[in-house]
């Protein structure tokens, strides 16, 4: 315990010393309050003026923004993982009692957990509306999987911090997949299926059927998991 004490007593820390990862760390927060009180003012503003209504699509634009802030609580520890790597602080860690292996475990653990939890106070904050608090585990465990994906994309994939915030930028494409879900009719829709984000808002917005809501639950559980053992096979590799 005082091993994990001390990681996260240094990864406050370096988020401290870090403007950007300040920014990022913070967004999550920031992002509540736009969905709370920007979006119903912007639709306000809309209908006033041109009146287009957002109120029927509300539920998909909340869903949509749910996904934010764990993959930034994934882009933030991904950040602090390749510049521990940059310094070989990796390596040293690696040969201390915690080993490789329990900075990894935790790395990936700690963060996961806080987006789990997140996403249930986003739910609650925002006046998102959706099934109660245990229909709605199966899309938190979804959502709190895109933070390690994202961490572990990074990790993998980047050589270094500034590759990081390049590939940052490339992650934000997911958030397309579920607009291709919720606007297109056809069954071509489910070409964005290979992209984790599409089943997330999907399990959510058919929670009224239970049958095709567990379908959609289960095969977005399980696109996680491969994406999250591909990437981790691969990080255990290298």
């Known amino acids: 315990m ?3 004490l001390a990681l996260v007593i240094a990864d406050l820390r370096n988020i401290y010393r870090d403007s950007m990862l ?4 913070l967004a999550p927060l920031i992002i509540i309050g736009f969905v709370r009180f920007a ?9 006033s003026r041109w009146k287009v209504d957002l109120t029927p699509h ?9 996904f934010l802030p764990p993959m930034m609580f994934g882009m933030v520890i991904g950040y602090i993982f390749l510049d521990e790597r940059d310094e070989d602080i990796s390596t040293f860690i690696a040969i201390t009692p915690l080993r490789k292996s329990g900075y990894l475990w935790f790395r990936i653990l700690a963060p996961t957990i806080a987006s789990f939890a997140f996403f249930f106070i986003y ?3 925002t006046n998102t509306p959706g099934p109660g608090v245990f229909a709605s585990v199966p899309i938190a465990i ?3 999987l895109e933070t390690p994906i994202v961490l572990l994309f990074l990790v993998v994939y980047a050589g270094n911090k500034v590759e990081g915030l390049a590939l940052s930028k490339a992650v934000g494409i997911v958030l397309f997949a579920p607009l291709a879900g919720y606007f ?5 829709r489910f070409l964005a299926g290979v992209f984790p984000t599409f089943w997330v808002t999907e399990s959510f917005l058919y929670t009224g059927n239970p049958v095709v809501n567990l379908l959609y639950t289960l095969i977005g559980i399980l696109i996680h998991l491969f994406y999250l053992f591909l990437l981790l096979a691969k990080y255990l590799k290298n």
């Open 2 to 4: 005082k091993k994990i």
């Open 22 to 25: 300040t920014l990022v760390f």
């Open 142 to 144: 979804m959502i709190a």
């Open 39 to 47: 979006i119903p003012l912007l639709n306000s503003l809309l209908f």
């Open 184 to 188: 297109m009719t056809s069954n071509w």
């Open 123 to 125: 739910q609650l904050l």
């Open 58 to 66: 509300m539920t998909f634009i909340k869903i949509c923004f749910a």
